[in-house]
């Protein structure tokens, strides 16, 4: 099993910037892939952004350019940089990690972006 802990949600004006953390309970060598969804009211949960474990790194067309994930491997956390923050930004964010052919998920953070 894995336990995701994310914190670092908030409010932000549109152009500004958040940091999401989050922090696993295995180390992320062990864990195949990690990402970060995001699901707005009314909406389905889409996929932000991903880094598998060798490092490799997708973006959805929407956060290309403004989000960028990173890992600390002695912290075993993950995090989200989120830069130039728009009001279609606003969603809850959940951390995921796909470990043993399972998926994990957070307990998701609020991210709104005020226009």
């Known amino acids: 099993q894995v336990q995701l802990v994310e914190s670092g949600g908030g409010l932000v004006q549109a152009g500004g910037s958040l940091r999401l953390s989050c922090a696993a309970s295995?180390?992320?060598?062990?864990?195949?892939?990690m990402g970060w969804y995001r699901q707005a009211p009314e909406k389905q949960r889409e996929l932000v952004t991903v880094?598998?474990?060798?490092?490799?790194?997708t973006y959805a067309d929407s956060v290309k350019g403004r989000f960028t994930i990173s890992r600390d491997v002695t912290k075993n956390t993950v995090y989200l940089q989120m830069n130039n923050l728009k009001p279609e930004d606003t969603a809850v964010y959940y951390c995921n990690a796909y470990y043993t052919d399972r998926e994990y998920w957070g307990q998701g953070t609020q991210v709104t972006v005020s226009s």
């Open positions: 295995r180390t992320l060598f062990s864990i195949n892939a």
């Open positions: 880094i598998t474990n060798g490092g490799t790194t």
